[in-house]
Each structure stands twice: as C-alpha cells, then as structure tokens.
Nanobody, 120 residues
C-alpha cells in the first residue's frame, strides 16, 4: 500500500512558476513509476508527466519544455516544477504511483489532488 499527499497548489498569474510536491509513504514506493495527472472541470483526467524508478522521464506534449518532474528517492518525495504557466494549465493536479505508463488506469495509488489556478 502506498499513500500519497500533494501540496503546493495555488492561484498564480500567467507566466509564473509553481512547484507541486507529493509526499509518499508505504512499502516499495521506490520500485514504482510515479507521475502527475491533471483534471480540469468537465474534462477527463490527463497525463502530465511521469518518472520511472530508474529516473527515465516522459512528458505530455502540452507541458514539454515548461514542466520538470523529479523525485527524491531518499525522502520519498515527488515534485513537479512548472514554469511559464498558462490559463489552460488550470486543473486539479494528482500524483500517482504504479507502472510505467501514460494511462491513468495503470496507476494504482493516487493522492487527493491539489488545485492549480492560472489567471490571465
């Protein structure tokens, strides 16, 4: 079992930066791929970024070059550094742990989500 708790969301202006954090606890966390998904009102949950246990990373095209995912294995922490934020980045952001994938269904464990709102 893995527990995930996100933090760091908030209201920012377009062009600003924000860093989301996800604290993980539970057995075998280090062996999981971990990622960030987001869900805007009226839309399906979508993949944002993922990082494997071996530190290989993958990003959605919409955030590539602006967002950076990282993990601190020793601290059981996951981060999403977001730069040049746009109003279309507004969503609830979730961290998740599971198998290496871009599909939400392949991630077994989820946090409660943190709201990110980008004003124009």
């Amino acid at each position: 079992q893995v527990q995930l708790v996100e933090s760091g969301g908030g209201l920012v202006q377009a062009g600003a930066s924000l860093t989301l954090s996800c604290a993980a606890s539970g057995r075998n966390f280090r062996g999981y791929a971990v990622g960030w998904f987001r869900q805007a009102p009226g839309k399906e949950r979508e993949f944002v970024a993922a990082i494997a246990s071996g530190l290989y990373t993958n990003y959605a095209d919409s955030v590539k070059g602006r967002f950076t995912i990282s993990r601190d294995t020793a601290k059981n922490m996951l981060y999403l550094h977001m730069n040049s934020l746009k109003p279309e980045d507004t969503a609830v952001y979730y961290c998740a742990a599971g198998t290496w994938s871009t599909r939400a269904g392949d991630f077994n464990y989820w946090g409660q989500g943190t709201q990110v709102t980008v004003s124009s």
